[in-house]
């Protein structure tokens, strides 16, 4: 299958193509949350499941997509636009707050986002690894705007006399892997913590790296 089959065009029920197409990718997308986020998983789910999970037909899926894998990368995009758009949202109502608690405000929505639903912490931090190199570049790629965003604040924070000036750029790195690392393995039920305690801890570990010991703002 080199490309999707022709989707048909014109006004059907009073709906057109396009509104057609769309109500179909989400109900793909809907299922592969819980097949892929759930209960088989990725690897076990067949075109045909997902398409009788979606209450569609395999014909309807390859108008849509080339191959499951094109699912699995426009629902981790989506998952992850989810988390970053509350992320965006709370900052954007946070401003002009000290640092301790802009960056309070920060994780608490961003963790509130990725644990509402299991599912969600599956698709970002389970199943999109080792797929394939193109995924793997894909997750890197959204890694990446979580670092860059982790930078931001911190150089602004710095612009305001509210952190140590420096680069920042493994720092956010290696904190982001920090964050995934914990709230994968809290929602796995590896850590015997309540999400405040995992948020707290993640909001003094930021704090740390943005105000060494011994600097004075």
């Known amino acids: 299958m080199t490309g999707r089959l022709r989707a048909p065009k014109g006004r059907y029920g009073g709906r057109s193509a396009e509104e057609r197409q769309a109500e179909r990718r989400r109900r793909f997308l809907d299922a592969a949350l819980r097949l892929f986020g759930d209960s088989p998983g990725f690897r076990q789910t067949t075109v045909a499941a997902l398409s009788q999970a979606a209450g569609l037909s395999t014909r309807q899926f390859y108008e849509e997509f080339r191959t499951l894998e094109d699912v699995l990368a426009a629902l981790h995009l989506e998952v992850n636009g989810w988390a970053e758009q509350a992320v965006l949202d ?14 309070a405000v920060l994780f608490r929505a ?7 639903d299991p599912r969600r912490i599956r698709i970002t931090f389970v199943e999109i690894i080792g797929v394939s190199p193109a995924l793997e570049e894909q997750r890197l790629a959204r890694r990446a705007r979580w670092v860059d965003l982790i930078r931001a604040e911190a150089d602004a924070a710095v612009g ?5 000036p420096r680069d920042y750029r493994l ?6 892997g920090s964050v995934n690392g914990l709230l994968h393995d809290w929602s796995a039920g590896w850590v015997d913590a309540s999400l405040d305690e995992v948020v707290d801890e993640l909001v003094r570990q930021l704090l ?6 011994g600097w004075r703002g």
Request: contains cysteine; glycine residues 8%.
């Open 90 to 103: 709370a900052l954007a109502a946070a401003e002009g707050l000290p640092l301790a608690e802009r960056v």
């Open 110 to 116: 961003y963790a509130r986002d990725v644990t509402c």
């Open 160 to 164: 305001r006399g509210e952190a140590a």
């Open 171 to 176: 720092a956010a790195t290696a904190f982001i």
């Open 208 to 213: 740390g790296i943005l105000r060494p010991q």
